[in-house]
């Protein structure tokens, strides 16, 4: 499952507030990045913060890993988690006769 994440910024905290811990924090979600955890991590373009998407089994679980950030322990954000899927079985809406059997990827 992938679960979007949204963070802002607590009333008070700037970025030179967190400037210091940015390091570590970046570090941090790197390395959830190499895991395979994390899928996509942006900057927000309407305010200051990230949106990362977590490849994970529940919100449960993207909580966890965003309850483990070091600006999140030191109480500077707060998070906004949203589970996505697909919208619809994509293929009901396919004619029977569209091939959609295995091999999926069928790129050479």
Same mark, same amino acid.
């Given at each position: ?5 949204? *963070? ?5 905290? !700037? ?41 994970? *089994? ?36 396919? *004619?029977?006769?569209? *091939? ?6 069928? !790129?050479?």
């Amino acid at each position: 499952m992938k679960v979007i994440t949204f *963070d802002s910024f607590k009333p008070g905290v !700037t970025l030179e507030t967190i400037t210091p811990f940015l390091p570590e924090e970046v570090a941090n979600v790197w390395r959830l990045w190499k895991a395979g955890i994390v899928r996509e991590n942006y900057a927000r373009a309407d305010e200051p913060g990230v949106v990362i998407v977590f490849e994970v *089994d529940s919100v449960e679980e993207a909580k966890r890993y965003v309850n483990d950030f070091p600006l999140t322990k030191k109480g500077f954000l707060e998070w906004t988690y949203v589970p996505v899927t697909a919208p619809l079985p994509i293929e009901a809406l396919m *004619d029977a006769s569209v *091939d959609v059997a295995e091999p999926y990827d069928r !790129t050479a």
